[in-house]
């Protein structure tokens, strides 16, 4: 799946290799058998990796089969493609599904919410599900959201990283998924879904997808709409996407551009008007990188791609250091891109002056 699997999922139901049933059946039965074998304290899945303990909740059989005896395949002659049909998606648990759509409760990980069931899709949750993706479970995280590491949810325990190796009896450790966003992250890198949606405020997206060795995005902020979002933090809050490679974010991200797709919630005064011209552009972009096109490699006119100098912090594994430099240097070797070192002095005021922020935000958000 690294490359391009909703491509590949795209590509088999439009030939009809592929039926919805048997791709949901898949998914679903490696998403139970993580939980059960989390739930038996097993070693080993049957699918012969770790047990994440990813997933909160998963859809009742019984909703997917009468979700399959009303899908229709799309009819592509009207001139409208949908590129996410019956796509199965992992939602992170911070994002309101609608209860009576998908029977899946929203709980944010807390004991506070944990029999709460929104009347709403989020606005993310909703532009998907009209392009025709599948919702079949929530991901685990830390309580609302606030955590570096998934360890902290009340409802589950510690999500655990998909390429710890532990054997009963060992005192080798188990490794973090890292967060706030590492179910959605592991259950990714499990191969329990080809993509997940997750949140990023202080690098909830990105420190799992890292730490898990798969790919995650965070938006740029107001470009989508937080609309169903529980807040942790407002200044900081976005949706964001996690999949095997950049193809498939690009995929999530074309969709979400979509303007055919956006509901009324989509300029609800979190984000902000995307201009026709902008949005046809970028969308134009992600298509190819999302097909996989050669030509999405060609380097774009003017574009230059700056390493910060104050990155390279005296702590930074010299491991990590090496990989770095590689693929500058790919960059510049494979892709023709211009690579050059800047500096962005106020680096080291980042992490107090965003301690500040998002301390000051939530302890708002949570005294509602």
């Known amino acids: ?160 990283n998909p390429w710890s190796f532990h054997q009963p009896g060992t005192e080798k450790p188990l490794v973090i998924a890292g967060g706030s966003s590492g179910g959605s992250a592991a259950a990714v890198a499990a191969g329990l879904s080809p993509v997940a949606l997750a949140s990023d405020t202080g690098g909830s997206a990105r420190i799992p997808a890292a730490y898990c060795g798969v790919v995650g995005l965070k938006p740029t902020y107001g470009l989508f709409s937080r609309h169903g979002l529980i807040p942790l933090a407002d200044s900081l809050d976005v949706p964001a996407v996690i999949a095997n490679s950049v193809a498939d974010v690009s995929a999530v991200l074309f969709t979400w551009l979509d303007p055919d797709l956006q509901p009324t919630t989509s300029l609800d005064g979190t984000c902000v008007p995307v201009e026709p011209s902008w949005r046809n552009k970028t969308r134009a972009q992600l298509l190819q990188m999302a097909n996989e096109s050669p030509t999405c490699l060609e380097p774009p006119t003017r574009m230059r791609i700056g390493i910060p100098l104050e990155y390279h912090v005296p702590g930074l594994d010299k491991n990590v250091a090496k990989v770095w430099d590689q693929v500058a240097g790919w960059l510049v070797d494979e892709l023709k891109y211009p690579v050059r070192v800047v500096r962005m002095p106020h680096t080291p005021m980042a992490t107090s002056v965003y301690s500040v922020l998002c301390a000051a935000e939530v302890a708002s958000n949570m005294a509602r």
């Open 1 to 160: 799946m690294t490359f391009g699997c909703l491509s590949l999922l795209r590509t088999g139901y439009q030939s009809g290799q592929l039926h919805p049933g048997d791709v949901w059946r898949l998914f679903l039965s490696r998403a139970r058998a993580d939980k059960e074998a989390h739930a038996t304290g097993s070693a080993l899945s049957n699918l012969g990796v770790t047990p994440t303990n990813a997933i909160l909740s998963i859809v009742d059989q019984s909703r997917v089969c009468m979700h399959l005896e009303h899908i229709k395949q799309p009819d592509r002659a009207r001139g409208r493609e949908l590129f996410l049909w019956a796509t199965p998606i992992l939602v992170k648990d911070n994002f309101c599904t609608d209860w009576t759509k998908w029977g899946l409760l929203t709980t944010c990980a807390s004991r506070a919410l944990e029999s709460f069931q929104a009347p709403y899709d989020a606005c993310v949750v909703d532009i998907l599900a009209r392009d025709g993706a599948y919702v079949f479970g929530k991901t685990n995280l830390d309580e609302f959201a606030m955590g570096c590491g998934s360890t902290d949810s009340a409802l589950a325990g510690p999500v655990i």
